[in-house]
């Protein structure tokens, strides 16, 4: 680890905010875009974002699984007519190489802050997916490194970016509503028990201890990769901060609010005897003062009778209901009166990353406000790992009263990787 960080100190930091004249080229859309994805599960998906783009080139692809490693050359090579990018384990040979000009972090949570922390340090712009941060504390941190850097980091909340959600708000503002007064969002799945796992070798094809990489070392445990993670505290941060953070961002974005002042989350592991340790069933509630925002996960039953939308905004004069794609309005009668709901794309996410470094444009999903939905996230698992109300100053951005709360605010790090700004 160090001798790679002592060689990333000596870049020079970019020229980049929330908005600002193109990076790459002063406002030229035509410059090539070199970039870096790390994390070839849902990275594939980055993968297919970047070569949606016009003279856009995936010049590395990294994972610590040599499968999919493999894997994700041959994907990119076929997005790109033949051209193969170079395959690493280690992300930071992507930061040392100056000629390129994006990492793009898919890897699991716990990686995303102290990935997208160094990138900034290499004066890389960042595409990190959501949440984003593994907990409180590295939710403030991600912010500082991409101001202190001037760096663009945009979150993958890619709804943002969608014409039809961006329809939907924009109604909102214009009063469709009426006075606005709650959010409710939902979230349902059939997920199988995890099992309990056993210690055992790393398999070969696994780089097991970069695959922990920020986390303090554990053991391999054989239930535990590539998905299980998710509900580990070491790791993850449950449903909330898996998929909650996606309903949480828009219900936050429709009433036009920031930081909670209340929180609370309760509920439990209720449908299988495993190794999970996050619930698979909960109900986290935010307060606003004005307004409240409310989030409901069953992970592992489909409740298919309750036809609840993904995010649901209340207002005094008719309801929107936001749906994957896009939204339904209906009056006080439950008539629906408008709709727009086209199939979903993650492109035009990641457009409006890349006419942010090439133009200067904002960017739709900038990490100082994404990180507002994720902090929602970190709160509402302290909440319901303490068993108690969170109290939060907006103004501070920390708990109030609660001392013991406070210790889940960040985490331990293993020696040489805890990320600072």
């Not at 949570?109 to 160094?118: D, E, G, V």
């Not at 202190?148 to 109604?171: A, D, F, H, T, W």
């Amino acid at each position: 680890m160090t001798s790679r960080r002592q060689l990333l100190k000596t870049y020079a930091p970019a020229v980049a905010m929330t908005s600002f004249p193109g990076i790459l080229s002063a406002k030229n859309p035509n410059t090539r875009l070199r970039v870096g994805v790390m994390g070839l599960s849902r990275g594939k998906a980055h993968i297919a974002g970047f070569t949606g783009i016009d003279n856009a080139e995936i010049a590395y692809v990294c994972d610590v699984d040599k499968n999919r490693l493999a894997s994700g050359v041959k994907y990119a090579a076929s997005r790109q007519g033949g051209n193969e990018p170079k395959g690493v384990t280690d992300f930071r040979e992507i930061l040392e190489d100056k000629e390129v000009d994006v990492l793009s972090i898919a890897a699991p949570n716990f990686w995303h802050a102290p990935a997208a922390i160094l990138a900034c340090d290499a004066k890389k712009q960042v595409y990190v997916e959501k949440p984003g941060s593994h907990n409180a504390h590295e939710a403030k941190l991600i912010v500082e490194a991409a101001r202190k850097n001037k760096c663009l980091v945009q979150m993958g909340n890619q709804r943002r970016s969608l014409p039809s959600y961006r329809e939907g708000i924009s109604k909102i503002r214009d009063g469709v509503l009426g006075n606005l007064r709650y959010a409710r969002c939902w979230y349902d799945n059939r997920r199988p028990s995890i099992g309990r796992g056993k210690k055992v070798p790393a398999p070969d094809w696994l780089d097991w201890n970069l695959w922990q990489g920020p986390a303090p070392d554990r053991p391999y445990k054989n239930n535990l990769v590539h998905y299980n993670w998710h509900w580990h505290w070491h790791y993850g941060g449950g449903e909330l901060a898996n998929n909650g953070v996606h309903a949480l961002d828009i219900a936050r974005w429709g009433l036009g609010v920031d930081f909670p002042i209340r929180v609370t989350c309760n509920g439990g592991r209720y449908h299988h005897d495993d190794d999970q340790e996050t619930p698979d069933t909960a109900d986290a509630t935010y307060d606003f003062g004005k307004v409240g925002i409310s989030w409901h996960g069953s992970s592992c039953l489909q409740r298919k009778h309750e036809k609840n939308s993904f995010v649901s905004i209340y207002g005094d004069k008719g309801i929107m209901a936001f749906e994957s794609s896009g939204y339904r309005i209906y009056d006080m009668n439950g008539k629906v009166t408008e709709e727009n709901i086209p199939p979903f794309t993650d492109l035009p996410h990641f457009k409006n990353f890349a006419a942010a470094i090439r133009e200067g444009s904002s960017l739709n999903a900038e990490i100082s406000d994404a990180q507002k939905s994720s902090m929602m996230c970190h709160l509402g698992n302290i909440a319901y790992r303490m068993r108690t109300e969170i109290r939060f100053d907006p103004k501070t951005q920390s708990i109030t009263d609660n001392s013991a709360a406070e210790k889940l605010w960040g985490r331990e790090y293993r020696e040489g990787w805890e990320p600072k700004v």
